[in-house]
Structure formats: structure tokens, C-alpha cells
């Protein structure tokens, strides 16, 4: 395009290697790896359930949070209808596309950043279901307003339900198993997240400075994608090593895993990957529209795919630690 044409080549090189850099970078740190060792062997040297009896946090420690990321949700719930209703705005879409993983990583920040309060918990999952119901009644009126099918829009009405529901009970089990395991220091997990979140923010950024037009959606969107990978490999990363204690070490030199675990790692994995093909075409000034909508579709087939399984494995360790827990009270 005439956009790409105006762009030295040696500048398009560096900005490519430069954004490639970032994301093996990135890649490396979503997994909860530590120089102390595997999170299996670190959750063995932690004290007993009972040696952790520390004081609960009250939720009025974490109001600003709270107050931050309602008002930044609100903020984003108005630019979806403002850009859909009464007729599509361009600029106003795709700037609410822009900072939506956003949303969702400052989400999920207020689930696993507030683990030494335990009232904080029910507060996450209220604020995430509401957003995210929002999001499944606008998204697909946003879509439809902009010329897109009606099954297009129906399947991210049903998806967005999906998360609401799903996503919201697994983030809560996830948070009361490392409140169980005695994990309320969580500079080692949100620190990762921290990351992401940055890096998010620079692709918004870029993505912005590039334009907002009509003609930017198939960009955006590709960008969107990519963002997403990211916080949704962070997470099944966490459930995997963090929660349910598979040893990262046996599993990425040795194999040495169940099949359930092969296969969520595996679709988290693909994840990276088809959000890595995204961030490829969100560089172009023009995608293609099948290409954006081939790893996008296929992107939410894995994370589909990598929920059912890291759910059942968070569940049958959920299982086992109560299992110990009744054994050792009789």
C-alpha cells in the first residue's frame, strides 16, 4: 500500500526485528519460571497450609484498584456503544478495540494482585462477568453496524458469555488455590503480568498512531489478537505450573506429562503461535481480511481447547489438595 511504500525499508527491518525481539522476550516470561527453581519444587519448600496463617487484607486496602479499573471499564463500555449506536463510528471502534486487552489484563491484575484479601475475590468476578456480558450484548452490535454477517456476530455473543461465565469460575478457583497453597506473595506472578500489560499498551499505542479509520480495522484487529495470546497464555501458564504444580522442568526437557497436560500445553502453545502470525499481519498496512479472520477463529479454537483441558487439571489438583487436607484432619 501507499502507506508501507513511504516507509524506508531499513526502518520497516528494525521496527519488524525490533517488535519480533519483544515478543520471544515476552514469550519467555509469561511461563512462571524463577532462578529458584521449578514452581513444583518451590511450592514443596513452602510451609505447611497451617504455618501460613497470615492476617487477611481488608478490601478497602485495594479501593483505588477498584475504583481505577470500574472507571476504566466504564470507560471502554462507552466507546463500544458510542461506536455502534445509533450508526458505526470508525475512530471510536477501533480506539475501544485497541485498549480492550487492556481491560482484560487490568481484570485479571485485580483477581491475582489482591490474593491477601480474600473479600476481594467475589468483587472480581461481579466486575468481570459485568464487563464481559456488556461486551457479548455490544461486540456483536458493533460488528453487525459495521457490515459484518450475522453469524460472525453471533458467535462472539456466545463466546463473550462463555468467558464471562467460564473464565470468571476459573480465575476465582485459581485465586483461592494459591490462597490455599499459602502463594499470597504475588510479586513473582504479577510481575509477568506487568510485562504484558506494557507491552500492551505499546502495541495500543502504535496501533493508534497508525491510523484509526475504517480502513485500520483488519489491522487492528490482528493486533487485538495478538495482545490477547499474551495475557491468555500468561493465565493457562499460571494454572499449569502455578496452581496445579506441574514441574516445569520434567515437562519441557523430559515430556514427563498426563496426556490432559500435553494437549493444554500444546493449544497454549498454537495460541502463542497464531497470536505470533497476528502480530506478522497487524505490521502490514493492509491484511488480508481471510488471513486476520483464519488466525483470529483459530486462535480462539485453541484457547477453547486449552480452557477445557487447564480446567479439568486445576480441578483434579483443587481435588487432590482437599483429599490431603482430609486425610491429615483425620
Known amino acids: 500500500g501507499a502507506g508501507a511504500a513511504s516507509v524506508p525499508l531499513h526502518q520497516t527491518s528494525i521496527r519488524l526485528h525490533h517488535g519480533a525481539y519483544t515478543f520471544i522476550r515476552n514469550i519467555h516470561t509469561m511461563l512462571p519460571f524463577d532462578a529458584g527453581g521449578t514452581d513444583l519444587e518451590q511450592q514443596k519448600e513452602q510451609p505447611s497450609e497451617a504455618d501460613q496463617t497470615t492476617e487477611d487484607v481488608p478490601a478497602s486496602e485495594y479501593s483505588r484498584l477498584q475504583g481505577f479499573l470500574v472507571a476504566w471499564l466504564v470507560g471502554d463500555c462507552a466507546l463500544l456503544t458510542l461506536g455502534s449506536v445509533p450508526t458505526y463510528q470508525a475512530e ?29 475475590g467475589k468483587r472480581a468476578v461481579i466486575i468481570w462477568a459485568f464487563w464481559w ?4 450484548v455490544f461486540t456483536p452490535i458493533s460488528l453487525w453496524a459495521r457490515g459484518e454477517s450475522f453469524l460472525r456476530g453471533l458467535v462472539y455473543l456466545i463466546y463473550f458469555a462463555f468467558i464471562a461465565a467460564a473464565y470468571g469460575w476459573l480465575m476465582n478457583v485459581l485465586r483461592s488455590e494459591l490462597r490455599a497453597i499459602g502463594s499470597l506473595d504475588t510479586t513473582r506472578i504479577t510481575a509477568r503480568l506487568y510485562e504484558i500489560m506494557g507491552f500492551q499498551a505499546a502495541m495500543a499505542v502504535i496501533g493508534a498512531t497508525q491510523g484509526l479509520g475504517p480502513k485500520a480495522f483488519m489491522r487492528i ?4 489478537c495478538f495482545s490477547m495470546s499474551l495475557i491468555y497464555a500468561w493465565l493457562f501458564s499460571v494454572a499449569i505450573f502455578a496452581v496445579a504444580g506441574v514441574d516445569t522442568h520434567a515437562a519441557m526437557t523430559k515430556l514427563r506429562v498426563s496426556p490432559l497436560e500435553a494437549v493444554a500445553l500444546t493449544c497454549t502453545g498454537l495460541l502463542v503461535l497464531f497470536g505470533g502470525a497476528s502480530y506478522m499481519l497487524s505490521e502490514q498496512d493492509r491484511p488480508k481480511r481471510n488471513w486476520v479472520f483464519l488466525f483470529g477463529d483459530a486462535s480462539i479454537a485453541a484457547m477453547t481447547l486449552a480452557y477445557f483441558c487447564t480446567a479439568r487439571i486445576v480441578w483434579v489438583a483443587r481435588r487432590r489438595r482437599l483429599a490431603k487436607v482430609a486425610t491429615s484432619i483425620s
Request: charged share 5%.
Open 221 to 224: 484487529s490482528a493486533t487485538v
Open 92 to 120: 471510536i471502534a477501533n480506539s475501544e478495540s485497541l485498549i480492550f486487552p487492556i481491560c482484560m489484563s487490568l481484570c485479571i491484575l485485580y483477581f491475582f494482585g489482591t490474593i491477601d484479601s480474600s473479600a476481594v
Open 133 to 136: 456480558v456488556y461486551q457479548a
